[in-house]
């Protein structure tokens, strides 16, 4: 018999590939030249809640069409070399979709511990989406 894992080992386990950045050092790294800032969130939760300033609209169940070369959906800001800094609305997402993105060869990804929601409550700056 298999023993099922669940979304919280997921999770956990897709935390060990990848960076995990608190609010601090996120806004360090976005700080750099050439820093990919993805936002995960669905398109509702951007309009309603607003997003960090200069992060991509990716919906986490489109982010392997666009970061495939080979896919008709593929967004050009995706670039394997680049450093890609995920985020989602606390954290799952974002670290799900950063272990995929390895495993699609991206080995400079981190995501941000906490999600907007840790980057919003420590005051920092967001913008308002419109529909």
């Not at 894992?5 to 386990?13: M, N, R």
């Not at 495993?103 to 989406?129: P, Q, S």
Request: with cysteine; proline share 6%; net charge neutral.
């Amino acid at each position: 018999m298999t023993e099922n894992t669940g979304v919280k080992q997921l999770i956990a386990e897709a935390r060990t590939k990848i960076d995990n950045l608190d609010v601090e050092a996120m806004a360090r790294e976005l700080q750099a030249p050439g820093v990919l800032l993805v936002d995960l969130r669905e398109p509702g939760e951007r309009v309603e809640q607003g997003t960090i300033p200069g992060a991509l609209p990716a919906p986490r169940g489109m982010l392997e069409f666009y970061a495939d070369p080979t896919m008709p959906y593929y967004k050009k800001e995706f670039d394997p070399a680049r450093r890609v800094l995920l985020y989602c609305a606390s954290g799952g997402r974002s670290a799900l979709a950063g272990a995929t993105l390895r495993k699609l060869g991206y080995d400079r990804v981190a995501h941000l511990d906490g999600g907007f929601k840790a980057w919003k409550a420590a005051g920092r700056e967001t913008t308002h989406v419109q529909q």
